[in-house]
């Protein structure tokens, strides 16, 4: 039908909300520990209070927000408005949490970051619901929200690589510190996110809520009628484990490099070529998909993660073979997740057909809470691991801690992909099929 088809500016936009959202992510996963534990110097329990605290924070909203945006009746849609309203003050949060006052005492210091995060992480995370929300609103036809991904992959790579590949050398660049240089360089990249997300909120349009009345759902209808899909279940589980240990190795890559290679530099390029895998494989996840079906580009993708992960293991100190090693992990890692939001959409359809009522918001939020529950347990596992090894920023490296990093950068990460392939075994295939 021509109301599914989506302008090529419109996907253009809907990539460049991914910059924003994975920029936001890329940014925080892989330096807000290193700058708590390193940078500000605070003691590695209070960084665990700091991650919890944020974290928690947007996983326990992400489920409320999605419940009012199911019972949202604007006349510019229910994700547009939010993306439009709270993006500017995420950019404003979030310069402010790598910029605390130089004159704060220890104690105040602690403080004013669990506080920030928390108010940060509320407003990502009413951004994040309505931008992961937005794709199965703006059209029902499996192939252009299969070209949708392609974009929306293609920005978040996108926004990772410009993290991963400039943060520390901008933070060498513009400031006489890590600390200074870590306020200036996050306000580049703030200005730069909120641009973008702001380019995809006013260039979109909302047309999957305008084909009926939409009718107002209880919380409890809303639990009763996502409790039915099995495919939906699995794929909560699937993004919890899956942002557990992602997370885990993209906050343990700098801790890795400089203190297991001895080469703070090398975790940049690790993270970079990261972002680079994830843009090149982005382009033939489509044929990859068609190929393979949704459901097994999960299952191989981790396959060729934990493969990959568990060589890293093998070749010890050479760089080039852990570089090669990271490369493949990464391929993995992005057909592995390359068509969930895909996946996700699909299961939010087959509950409206078999209830006749559409709860996107609902079905989306839980599965981001469960993301953000994920995040939460990898920041908290991470600073629990560095703590029980006996780490201290530029301390010692005995063999306890030498374990504790390699634990928390290889074999939890392992751990966690085997549990997503057992999984997704259970899927159902009919769920699985592009023409489900």
Known sequence: MQETKV???????????????????????????FFCTDVLKIGLAATTMIMFAGRAADAVLSPIMGILLDYLKLKQGKCLPLLRIFLIPTGIWLWLLFSPPAFLSEHLLIWYMVVVFIAYSIHFAVVNIAYSTLISVLTRDIRERLVLN???????????????????????????????????????FAVLFMACGLANAWNQKERVAENGKRERIKAGESVRIAMKNRGWIILCTVQFCALTYMVMRTQGITYYAKYILEDEAFGSLLLTTSSVVGLLVAFVMPKVAEKL????????????????????????????????????SNVGWTIATGTIFVMISETIDWSERQSGKRIDGFMMSVMVFLQKLGQTAAGVLTAKLLEWSGYEA?????????????????????????????????YPAKEASRRG
């Not at 993708?301 to 493949?328: D, K, Q, R, T």
Request: aromatic share 12%.
């Open 293 to 328: 079906g949704t459901k097994y580009c999960v299952i191989v993708g981790n396959v060729i993660w934990c493969i990959s992960m568990s060589a890293n293991a093998l070749v010890h100190s050479n760089e080039a073979l852990i570089l090669g090693c990271n490369i493949f």
């Open 7 to 33: 302008s090529l500016r419109e996907k253009i936009c809907f990539g460049l909300g991914d910059v924003t959202g994975n920029g936001l992510y890329t940014l925080l996963s892989s330096y807000l520990l």
């Open 150 to 188: 392609v974009f929306k992959n293609l920005g978040a790579n996108l926004g990772g690589f410009l993290v991963t590949a400039s943060t520390l050398r901008l933070v060498s660049l513009l400031g006489n510190d890590q600390r200074s240089g870590f306020s200036r360089t996050v306000l580049v």
């Open 394 to 426: 530029d301390g010692l490296i005995t063999e306890g801690v030498r374990q504790g990093i390699l634990l928390n950068y290889i074999w939890f990460p392992v751990f966690f992909s085997l549990v997503i392939i057992g999984l997704m075994v259970f």
